[in-house]
C-alpha cells in the first residue's frame, strides 16, 4: 500500500453528535456531523436516547461524508473510530460500525481517544503548533492541562478534581432556566451583560481545578436573590451569564498562566467544546500579548465534537502503523 495515498474514514460517537469524516492524505474531505435535539427536552443528555439516535444517524450520515468527499468505500485504506471515554452504549455504536466496515472492506482498523483528537485537531489546519506545546481541553466532560511532547507523548498536569468546565457553563445556564447545552447561551447573552456579581472563587491548589464551589455559590446567590425579587433572573439574565462566565474564564485562565510560568512552555493550544467560548478565545489571545506565547485556537468547526479530529489522529496513527483487530472494544473512561 502507498503511503503518498492514505483514505480514512472517521467515525465519532462518543457522547450526543454522530459525526464521520473523510480525510486523504492529511487533507479534510468531509466532515459531516448530525446533533441530536432529543436531549433538550431532559435538560442533559440522556444515555439511552443517544446510543438510539446514533444507531438511526450513522448510515446518512456516512453516507453522506462520503458523498461530500466524492469517495468511493473501495478507496478507502483504513476505518477509525472514537474507543474512550464516552458513554458506553454511544461508544458501541461508532465502534461496531466501524468493525464491520472494516472487515467488509478487509481494510484495517483504528482506535482513537477523543482526548487526544481533540488536540490533534490543531493539525488539521496552519497554523499548527510546534512541540512540545501545552494544551486546554474543556469540554462537558473533561478539563485538564497538558504537555504535548509529540504527537503521541502527553502527561496531563492539572485536571478538574469535580465538574469539567463545560458542566459548570451547562449547569450554571441550567439554574438560569436555559435549555441544554446551555454553555453557547451564556455566551451569547454574557455578550450584552456586564461583570457585576462575584461569586465564591475557586480554592485549588496547583494545577488542579474544582468548579463544584462556584456552581454551588452562584446557585445560593440566586436563591437569596430570588427570594427578594421572584424576577431576579429574568430581569439580570445578561449580566448574570456575563458574571458567572468570566468566573469560570478566570480560573480556567488562573492555572494556564501558571503551568506556563511553571513549566516555561510558551506554545499554548486550546482544544475541546469551550474553546468556542468567545471570552475564553479573547482571555487566551490576550495573555498571549502579555506574556509573549504563540496561541492556537482550532476552527470553530473543530472545536466542538467532530468526526475530523478523529481522521487526523487516525492519519497518524496509519503512519505509525497503530492498528487494532477485531476484538476492540469501546471504553467509558
Ligand atoms: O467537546 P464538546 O463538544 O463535547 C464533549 O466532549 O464534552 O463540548 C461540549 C461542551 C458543552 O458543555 C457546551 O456547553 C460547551 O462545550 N460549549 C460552550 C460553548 N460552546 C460549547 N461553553 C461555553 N461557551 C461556548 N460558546
Ligand atoms: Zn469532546
Known sequence: MSLTNITILAIESSCDDTAVSIIKNEKILSNVVANQKVHELYGGVVPELASRAHQANIVPVVDAALKKANIQLNELNAIAFTQ????????????????????????????????QAHVLAHFIDEPKPTFPFLCLTVSGGHTQIAVFKNYFESEVIGKTIDDAAGEAFDKAAKMLSLPYPGGPLIDQYAQ??????????????????????????????LKNEKAKNENF????????????????????MKKLILASKQTGITNIALAGGVSANSELRKAIENAGKK????????????????????????????????FVNLEIAPSAR
Open 84 to 115: 474512550n471515554p464516552g458513554l458506553i452504549g454511544s461508544l458501541m455504536v461508532g465502534c461496531s460500525f466501524a468493525k464491520s466496515l472494516a472487515q467488509t472492506l478487509n481494510i484495517p482498523l483504528i482506535a482513537v481517544n477523543h482526548m
Open 192 to 221: 450584552q451583560g456586564n461583570v457585576v456579581y462575584e461569586f465564591a472563587k475557586p480554592n485549588i491548589p496547583e494545577l488542579d481545578y474544582s468548579f463544584s464551589g462556584l456552581k454551588t455559590s452562584f446557585l445560593y446567590f
Open 233 to 252: 433572573i429574568n430581569d439580570n439574565r445578561d449580566n448574570l451569564c456575563a458574571s458567572i462566565q468570566n468566573s469560570i474564564v478566570s480560573h480556567l
Open 291 to 322: 506574556y509573549h506565547w504563540k496561541t492556537f485556537i482550532p476552527a470553530f468547526e473543530y472545536c466542538t465534537d467532530n468526526a475530523a479530529m478523529i481522521a487526523m489522529t487516525a492519519h497518524y496513527k496509519y503512519l505509525n502503523n497503530e
